[in-house]
């Protein structure tokens, strides 16, 4: 029998749908579920709604819950993490430290300075994972949900000898967004993407094998309500010619053509029909009222109408396919750059297609980038980099020289302003960042 470690169990949307898709398959219908959490509250929510869905499905599977992390991943076949590190009180400090120098940023979760500094503190908390994982369930295939999704996948491949590889839900939403737009059946379309998280691209995009590009450029271009579904990704695309993954919303924040000027911002990230306002006028305040709401909110989720059909995250998927039926699955995971996208660096994480087999995991070669592709995801891959060394080596000069080249950053401020930024979400963070002093790269070995 299979056993799956859910570590952030609490995260109780992501843990229902990851649940009820893999019950769905014969394999795995007598698995056992261990669900981790620190949260006890959140946890014990998080097994009543797994209880329901094995009671609804009739599985003979199991269910446990632990707050102990070696308890849950002890002989865990497949582990799933889709933790937040921190609370909201310190994240919220990413957001309003760039505000108040006027880089305003929309959800700040995967890069720029906000993104940076939540890697930064999710990254020794995602060590300490795959240490036991290393310890408990070795041969284990880690799927990681957590973001900065680039940046922790790229230190935990480098750093440990974890088999991990990273999920993002965006590939295939915005695939089956494009097949709506065309009116095709998602069934029919094939497609290659590659590039990094959140800013990678359908090099191609096929209905019935036939180019599908022509067909979204006019739908784009002639009916308003499709332009502003996604007015962000729709202007990049009329652009740049190919079509980005991540929602408007974040794309908006990843360049320095969208939110550099309130003008911009009124234009493009405030009227569309995509949750473009930004966090800082929108995002935070919502959170704060969910915390003091949370309870009664996680009884909604719990108590929800559950559906047994099997959705469209990969997970369960590969799962299936390395040690369940062997039935082989093409996903795109975030894994490194060796061999597998000619123009960007060697070494960084890249999100390319992967092959699930029985042989584990194989990613796939997909060449270059179109150039002008790769000039933008070449500057967040870099940036990436620098970060990420940074953070092994516990050098605030090189978190700080990162962003200095973020494009929405370096749009809006100078170097000097810069560095007054970066100082004050130092300080604003003092207190959670334990790699700065030492080094972690010599701790993982």
């Not at 957001?95 to 990254?123: A, C, H, Q, W």
């Not at 096929?206 to 309500?225: F, Q, S, T």
């Amino acid at each position: 029998m299979a056993k799956f470690a859910f570590i952030g169990a609490g995260s109780m949307v992501f843990t229902k749908n990851l649940v009820r898709d893999l019950l769905t398959f014969p394999a795995f219908a007598d698995c056992t579920i261990s669900l981790m959490d620190v949260d006890e509250v959140r946890l014990e929510y998080a097994k009543q709604m797994v209880q329901r869905i094995i009671a609804e499905g009739g599985y003979p599977a199991v269910v446990e819950a632990t707050t102990d992390r070696a308890r849950a991943l002890d002989g865990a076949s497949g582990v799933l993490c889709t933790i937040l590190s921190h609370d909201v009180d310190v994240w919220r400090s990413d957001l309003e430290i760039p505000m108040k120098y006027g880089v305003d940023i929309n959800i700040g979760d995967t890069r720029g300075p906000s993104g940076i500094f939540r890697f930064l503190r999710t990254l020794p908390v995602m060590l300490d994972i795959c240490r036991d994982i290393e310890q408990y369930c070795p041969d284990a295939i880690f799927l990681n949900y957590t973001n900065p999704m680039a940046m922790l996948c790229r230190v935990m491949q480098s750093e440990t000898k974890v088999n991990v590889t990273g999920l993002c839900h965006s590939v295939q939403g915005t695939a089956a967004m494009l097949a709506r737009w065309i009116g095709a059946p998602f069934e029919e379309i094939t497609y290659v993407c590659a590039g990094i998280n959140h800013q990678a691209f359908y090099l191609d995009y096929k209905w019935n094998g036939k180019d599908a590009y022509p067909l979204i450029r006019e739908a784009v271009e002639n009916r308003p309500e499709i332009y502003n579904e996604e007015q962000v990704r729709n202007e990049m695309f009329l652009h740049l010619d190919y079509y980005v993954t991540e929602s408007s919303g974040h794309n908006s924040e990843y360049n320095a053509w969208f939110r550099k000027r309130p003008d911009l911002i009124e234009k493009y990230c405030t009227h569309g029909t995509g949750w473009n306002p930004g966090l800082h006028a929108l995002g935070l305040r919502n959170r704060d009222a969910r915390k003091k709401n949370w309870t009664k909110q996680l009884e909604e989720w719990r108590d929800a109408p559950i559906s047994l059909e099997r959705g469209s995250e990969y997970a369960s998927y590969i799962f299936n396919a390395v040690f369940g039926d062997h039935t082989m699955f093409e996903f795109n995971g975030n894994v490194r750059n060796f061999g597998l996208i000619d123009n960007l660096p060697k070494g960084c994480c890249v999100e390319v297609p992967v092959l699930a087999s029985k042989r584990g995991l194989s990613p796939m070669h997909v060449g270059p980038l179109p150039p002008q592709l790769a000039l933008l995801v070449n500057t967040s891959a870099g940036i990436e980099e620098l970060a990420i060394e940074g953070a092994l080596t516990g050098d605030p000069r090189k978190i700080f020289q990162a962003i200095c080249y973020d494009p929405l950053t370096s749009a809006v401020l100078s170097l000097a302003e810069i560095k007054s930024m970066v100082d004050e979400m130092f300080e604003a963070n003092k207190e959670v960042l334990p790699q700065f002093g030492h080094s972690l790269r010599f701790a993982v070995k």
